[in-house]
C-alpha cells in the first residue's frame, strides 16, 4: 500500500485566515482525493484532485473556498480559505490504487479555527 | 445521492466477545470497504470485498459482500483491546466520469472492549 504523509499535523487559526494543507505519496498515483471529518461524524468527499487539470468538487464545496492543486503525480495541497469555527474538522488525503482500487488514507490534519 | 446506513453505532463488549456491525445503502456499490480509524489517525483499510456473495477474512476480521449488492457485514471474532476504535463501512460504485473512486461512508460504529 501507498504511505501518505500530510503537512501539517495539526493547526490553530484565526478566523479569516487561510491554510494550505500538503498531500506527499511515496509513489506515483492516478487518483487523490480530499476528505472532512467533522468532529464526531464520518467522512465526506470534497474533491478529487487531477493531476494537470482542475479539481472536481462534490455538492456543497467550491473551489473559492476549498482551492486544490496537483502539480505531479505524488503530491497534492488543499487550501481551506476565509476560515471560520465551522470548518474545524480533520482533513484527509486519500489514493486510489489503480491495479486493486483500494483506498488508502494519509493521518489527516487536525484544524482548529478560533 | 447515495446514502450508508452503519449499525450499531456503538459496542461495549467484553474481551474474548465476538462482534458483528453492518452497513445498507439505498442503491447498489461496486465495491465495499471496511475501515477502523484510531483517535488521532487516519483510517486504516481492513477489508475490501469486490464481488456480490464474496466473504473474505484477515485474521480474526471477517466481512461480506451482500447478494443484493446493497449491503455489507463485518465480524470480528475473539475481540482483543486493541479492537477498540471506530469502523466504517465505505461504499463505491464507479460508473465512469465524476463517480469514478469516489468513497461514500457509513456514520460508523464506535467500539469500546472491557478487559
Known amino acids: 500500500s501507498a504511505v501518505i504523509s500530510q503537512k501539517p499535523s495539526r493547526d490553530i487559526c484565526q478566523r479569516g485566515t487561510s491554510l494550505t494543507i500538503q498531500c506527499q505519496v511515496d509513489s506515483q498515483v492516478t487518483m487523490m482525493f480530499w476528505y472532512r471529518q467533522q468532529p464526531g461524524q464520518s467522512l465526506t468527499l470534497i474533491a478529487t484532485?487531477?493531476?494537470?487539470?482542475?479539481?472536481?468538487?462534490e455538492s456543497g464545496f467550491v473551489i473559492d473556498k476549498f482551492p486544490i492543486s496537483r502539480p505531479n503525480l505524488t503530491f497534492s495541497t488543499l487550501t481551506v480559505s476565509n476560515m471560520s469555527p465551522e470548518d474545524s474538522s480533520i482533513y484527509l488525503c486519500?489514493?486510489?490504487?489503480?491495479?486493486?482500487?483500494?483506498?488508502?488514507f494519509g493521518p489527516g490534519t487536525r484544524l482548529t479555527v478560533t | 445521492g447515495q446514502q450508508l446506513n452503519q449499525s450499531p453505532q456503538s459496542m461495549f463488549i467484553q474481551e474474548g466477545e465476538d462482534v458483528s456491525m453492518n452497513c445498507t445503502s439505498s442503491?447498489?456499490?461496486?465495491?465495499w470497504l471496511w475501515y477502523k480509524q484510531d483517535p488521532g489517525e487516519g483510517p486504516v483499510l481492513l477489508i475490501a470485498l469486490y464481488k456480490a456473495g464474496e466473504l473474505t477474512s484477515n485474521g480474526r476480521l471477517t466481512a461480506q459482500f451482500g447478494i443484493t449488492r446493497k449491503d455489507s457485514f463485518l465480524n470480528i471474532s475473539a475481540s482483543i483491546p486493541s479492537d477498540v476504535g471506530i469502523y466504517f463501512c465505505a461504499g463505491q460504485f464507479d460508473a465512469g466520469g465524476t463517480s469514478y473512486g469516489k468513497l461514500t461512508f457509513g456514520q460508523g460504529t464506535i467500539l469500546t472492549v472491557h478487559p
Open positions: 484532485a487531477n493531476q494537470g487539470s482542475e479539481a472536481t468538487y
Open positions: 486519500s489514493v486510489r490504487d489503480g491495479l486493486s482500487y483500494e483506498q488508502y
Open positions: 442503491s447498489i456499490f461496486n465495491t
